[in-house]
């Protein structure tokens, strides 16, 4: 095992076993107040071939199904006070805004619900329906993702009045563990990027966290956080599956008959699954999962307040001022940004308009802070949350309501490569994304942290804000 991997282990076991000791000399903590919760699942695979999600060079429809697809909505809170939050888990590549928009209109016609309390987490699995890129799909191909399109809509807005109709009280716990199969999967030579592979001692988060739902001292869902691509599947596979999440989801209610698994994926957009490339593969990782899971079910488990506070916010990050269209067609061969910005001022004569970045932030009293990003977000935001906010009580989930691009850091921008090519910085600054000012990084680790209360602003990030003025 790679030193840094083994480290990160070490680190969370210790941290766990430290935990226990102190417990054992503790009261026994009270059981945490029960709240309305609504679970349901639903199956959301495709009845006919697809385009599929991801790896561009793939350009023909899926061949079969290898897994079935889900979605999963969890709803908590009755419909007094700010009424009720939803977290709809789908084994989607990219969700389309307009899908979940229609979602969630559908689902506020009869229940009180406030946007910021409506969360769609994508498990962005590279084996399922293409439905982000269907507009540049022509013919046949179009409508079956078409028909797709519009079965997906009433199945997730199926689902989630379902879990709302069939709420009953239930508790909240926390646990934390660890899962070693992500993998940093940019390779540097001299310090910059020179292509992907399983890198040893690079930036990765291993952490797994688990929200346990339990009704009358039995548990009925398990919620588990991981920060890692669902990218098992490499872009040969032509089959319909979930990848290592959706197996996940399979081992846990395997194991605990009864049981109902949601999946959240954290800021691991430049980690892969290692190893990759099987079904077998996705079946091993989802096992790993499952059984760490099944480990910190013996405990111990933290109570969760019930009282759930939600904020939203959207970022408007304006794009760069735009190259005259004599430059931008010379530079559109070579630069992806600088083709999407060319194109768009041909078609509608202007420069696009500032790019919206939606952040979701719930609080259960003092006890968790879920933290909701959308797009493809690289692990070095959640370590950085983690160090500079109190990391027991912080739970960041990636690919929430929106995918559209890579979330990348200063560290990234440096280095430069795939993810930087490809971010929200890039295509704003036509390419350039070290010119963004200030960079998408700093922008949305201060924003997360105004939204949250102060009880989650550990004594050393006040210190160092107090000496920095």
């Given at each position: 095992?790679?030193?840094?991997?083994?480290?990160?282990?070490?680190?969370?076991?210790?941290?766990?076993?430290?935990?226990?000791?102190?417990?054992?000399?503790?009261?026994?903590?009270?059981?945490?107040?029960?709240?309305?919760?609504?679970?349901?699942?639903?199956?959301?695979?495709?009845?006919?071939?697809?385009?599929?999600?991801?790896?561009?060079?793939?350009?023909?429809?899926?061949?079969?199904?290898?897994?079935?697809?889900?979605?999963?909505?969890?709803?908590?809170?009755?419909?007094?006070?700010?009424?009720?939050?939803?977290?709809?888990?789908?084994?989607?590549?990219?969700?389309?805004?307009?899908?979940?928009?229609?979602?969630?209109?559908?689902?506020?016609?009869?229940?009180?619900?406030?946007p910021e309390r409506f969360v769609l987490c994508n498990s962005h699995n590279h084996s399922g329906p293409n439905l982000k890129g269907m507009g540049s799909i022509e013919g046949a191909e179009r409508d079956r993702l078409a028909r797709y399109a519009e079965l997906l809509t009433d199945r997730l807005t199926g689902v989630v009045k379902e879990a709302l109709g069939n709420r009953q009280p239930a508790r909240l716990e926390l646990a934390r563990g660890a899962v070693g199969f992500a993998s940093n999967r940019r390779v540097l030579t001299g310090g910059k990027w020179s292509g992907f592979g399983c890198v040893a001692d690079a930036p990765v988060d291993h952490e797994l966290a688990v929200l346990r739902v339990s009704r009358d001292g039995k548990v009925v869902a398990l919620v588990a956080n991981y920060a890692c691509h669902n990218t098992t599947l490499r872009g040969d596979f032509k089959q319909i599956h979930g990848d290592w999440a959706g197996c996940a989801q399979e081992c846990i209610e395997s194991d605990q008959p009864g049981v109902l698994a949601m999946i959240t994926i954290g800021c691991g957009a430049d980690a892969d699954p290692c190893p990759h490339g099987t079904v077998a593969l996705c079946e091993q990782h989802g096992r790993a999962l499952a059984d760490e899971v099944k480990r910190l079910l013996a405990g111990p488990w933290t109570p969760i307040r019930p009282v759930l506070s939600a904020r939203g916010t959207v970022l408007e990050i304006p794009y760069a001022k735009a190259p005259d269209k004599e430059s931008a067609r010379a530079a559109a061969g070579t630069s992806n940004a600088v083709k999407t910005l060319l194109d768009k001022m041909e078609k509608e004569g202007r420069a696009p308009d500032p790019r919206a970045y939606p952040i979701v932030v719930w609080t259960f009293g003092n006890d968790l802070a879920m933290v909701f990003l959308s797009n493809e977000v690289v692990v070095d935001y959640a370590l950085r949350l983690k160090r500079e906010l109190d990391a027991s009580r912080l739970w960041i989930t990636a690919y929430a309501n929106d995918v559209s691009g890579y979330v990348v850091s200063k560290r990234l921008i440096a280095e430069g490569g795939y993810e930087p090519r490809n971010s929200l910085s890039s295509q704003v600054t036509f390419g350039r994304p070290e010119t963004l000012e200030p960079a998408m990084e700093e922008r949305i680790i201060e924003r997360v942290k105004d939204m949250l209360p102060k009880a989650f602003h550990t004594e050393r990030e006040a210190g160092e804000t107090a000496g920095a003025r």
């Open positions: 095992m790679p030193f840094y991997r083994w480290m990160c282990l070490c680190l969370v076991f210790g941290l766990a076993a430290a935990g226990l000791a102190a417990l054992s000399h503790a009261a026994e903590p009270s059981p945490p107040a029960a709240v309305p919760i609504g679970l349901a699942k639903v199956d959301i695979t495709p009845e006919t071939p697809v385009r599929m999600y991801g790896y561009a060079a793939r350009k023909t429809e899926s061949e079969g199904v290898a897994g079935r697809l889900k979605a999963t909505a969890m709803a908590i809170g009755g419909d007094e006070g700010e009424g009720p939050a939803v977290l709809l888990t789908v084994d989607c590549g990219a969700v389309p805004g307009d899908i979940r928009e229609t979602v969630f209109q559908r689902v506020a016609k009869t229940v009180r619900i406030a």
